[in-house]
């Protein structure tokens, strides 16, 4: 089965994008319980991304297969603290990639991330970071196949 990636059109995808929130939310529910998945949570999220893309040279990318939104990508560029020497300061980041379940061994993942560093490349930036829950194996797994080593790790404590 083939697909392409493209852009993002708000009109015909918004409908995709939430659930592709909702898809995002309930997955990595089952690994960080403190994920909403409330009715409200798609919509107050996708603002904020769109918020996000706009002030930060982002772009949002949909996988599309027959012509249909099966996963999509959200890639920013962030700026890394002042202590990071000047010339890796500016880095690209890879905010969301969900793919549909019924789409995943496709390779849709790995294409969505190869367009997003595609774009940081395009943009001049040196490297590129993706986060992910640290007890979801699976897509850290992907993303180490796909070249990218651990970096930071965040630590919490409830209280």
């Known amino acids: 089965m083939s697909f392409r990636v493209r852009d993002i059109g708000l009109a015909e995808d918004m409908t995709a994008a939430l659930s592709f929130i909702?898809?995002?939310q309930q997955y990595e529910h089952v690994f960080e319980p403190d994920r909403r998945l409330d009715s409200a949570v798609a919509d107050e999220h996708f603002a904020?991304?769109?918020k996000r893309v706009a002030e930060n040279k982002g772009r949002v990318?949909?996988?599309?297969?027959?012509g249909r939104a099966i996963g999509w990508a959200v890639f920013l560029v962030e700026e890394n603290a002042v202590f990071v020497i000047e010339e890796q300061?500016?880095?690209?980041?890879?905010?969301?990639?969900?793919v549909n379940e019924n789409a995943r061994g496709l390779g849709v993942g790995r294409a969505l991330i190869a367009a997003c560093e595609e774009e940081a490349r395009r943009l001049g930036l040196g490297h590129i970071k993706i986060g992910v829950l640290v007890k979801n194996n699976r897509a850290a797994d992907i993303y180490v196949r796909a070249g990218y080593s651990p970096y930071t790790l965040a630590l919490r404590k409830y209280l």
């Open 89 to 98: 300061r500016m880095c690209g980041y890879i905010a969301e990639l969900f």
């Open 61 to 66: 990318l949909i996988a599309e297969q027959n």
């Open 48 to 50: 904020a991304l769109m």
């Open 22 to 24: 909702l898809g995002s």
